[in-house]
């Protein structure tokens, strides 16, 4: 019997967009003989549809103007375990793969909707949501795992506006210019700045406030971006992918760079020494299990140019677009996009 398999896209997140190319891409790589999938949009404004149109109307966005929409519910009600519509009826789902980004997605909002449905579903439990969205509290538990980290000061941004002087002077002096500014829960580099002159920080952290009150200000390191994909649960297996390397062809990885720029290179392997490497897959799997993490996450770091690998930010939804590095790094491992969608949605169920 096929697994009945409820696929999640959209959501109220400033990575909407992300999502639905992500959750394309998932689609268009299962193997479909295996699974009975039920596609459920979330807008932008948080309103749920059972969506029934093909995967270019996820992709280009058009899917939220087709006719044939019926809103439905992932019901918190256990003896539901599915989605439930306006004239009562349910639909049992096996399991869901909720391919969302960003904040209310990712961040354990909707893993405690999926928690209290009592349906399993692949990725992290809520607490390593709300751990590793929060790239403040990330660092915590990187710092007591003794990972290397660049050097950071966390705030808010009211407290840094309301003396701007004084803040931006003991920024320059304790992490030195560049200065990467940026909120400490969103994603896709949404809010991010490279500050090169003290005079701009002001700016970057008002810019990182309209979608966080907590911002990060960090050292900029110069060197390569290196991202290493892994799999599994924390306190049983984990699989580290192979490492790769990102060249963005902007000034940093911005937005833009990430997904419209075809410009941006991505090296698989990742040009960096072979003890280099496996030292990020390394620490990719100790912060995998310092997080409990579950599923999936993908840990990015810098390879610095006087040759130090230093960790940055770990993301449990990682990209699942045609061009991301989560599943290129796992095929480029001898695991192919629709195998490792097999093995998240298996993981899922041992949940
Ligand atoms: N400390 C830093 N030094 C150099 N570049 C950085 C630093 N922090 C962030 N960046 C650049 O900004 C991009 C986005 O920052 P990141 O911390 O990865 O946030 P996001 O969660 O939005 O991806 C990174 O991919 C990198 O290009
Ligand atoms: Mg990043």
Request: with cysteine; charged share 20%.
């Amino acid at each position: 019997m096929k697994v009945k398999l409820c696929i999640l896209f959209g959501g109220p997140s400033s990575e909407y967009e992300v999502s639905l190319r992500s959750a394309a891409s998932v689609l268009s790589h299962l193997h479909t003989e295996k699974y009975e999938v039920f596609t459920v949009g979330i807008s932008r404004k948080g309103e749920w549809f059972r969506f029934f149109g093909s995967y270019a109307q996820i992709e280009d966005g058009s899917w939220i103007e087709d006719p044939n929409n019926i809103p439905c519910v992932l019901s918190p009600d256990t003896s539901h375990h599915g989605l439930l519509f306006n004239d009562g009826h349910v639909e049992f789902i096996d399991v869901v793969f909720p391919v969302l980004h960003g904040e209310n997605c990712e961040d354990g909002a909707m893993q405690g909707l999926l928690t209290l449905s009592g349906i399993p579903f692949v990725g992290c439990s809520v607490a390593a949501s709300a751990n590793t969205m929060d790239k403040a509290i990330t660092k915590t538990f990187a710092e007591r795992a003794g990972i290397n980290q660049a050097k950071s000061i966390v705030c808010f941004a009211s407290d840094f506006l309301s003396d701007v002087q004084t803040q931006t002077a003991r920024a320059v002096e304790t992490l030195s210019l560049p200065i990467f500014v940026k909120p400490a829960r969103t994603g896709s580099s949404v809010g991010v700045s490279k500050v090169k002159r003290a005079e701009d920080l002001e700016k970057a952290v008002m810019l990182a406030r309209q979608y966080d009150e907590k911002i990060i200000l960090e050292s900029g390191i110069s060197g390569q971006e290196i991202e290493c994909a892994v799999l599994g649960d924390a306190h049983g297996e984990v699989i580290t992918s192979i490492v790769g390397e990102i060249c963005p062809a902007q000034e940093f990885y911005t937005y833009s760079a990430k997904y419209d720029d075809e410009n941006s290179l991505l090296y698989i392997p990742a040009r960096i020494p072979q003890s280099a490497a496996q030292e990020v897959r390394t620490a990719a799997e100790t912060i995998f299990r310092a997080m409990e993490c579950f599923g999936l996450s993908r840990c990015d770091f810098f390879f610095s140019s006087d040759g130090q690998v230093i960790f940055n930010e770990i993301n449990s939804i990682p990209g699942f677009t045609s061009i991301s590095m989560y599943p290129q790094l796992f095929d480029a491992s001898g695991l192919p996009y629709a195998d490792l969608i097999d093995r998240l949605i298996e993981l899922a169920g041992k949940r």
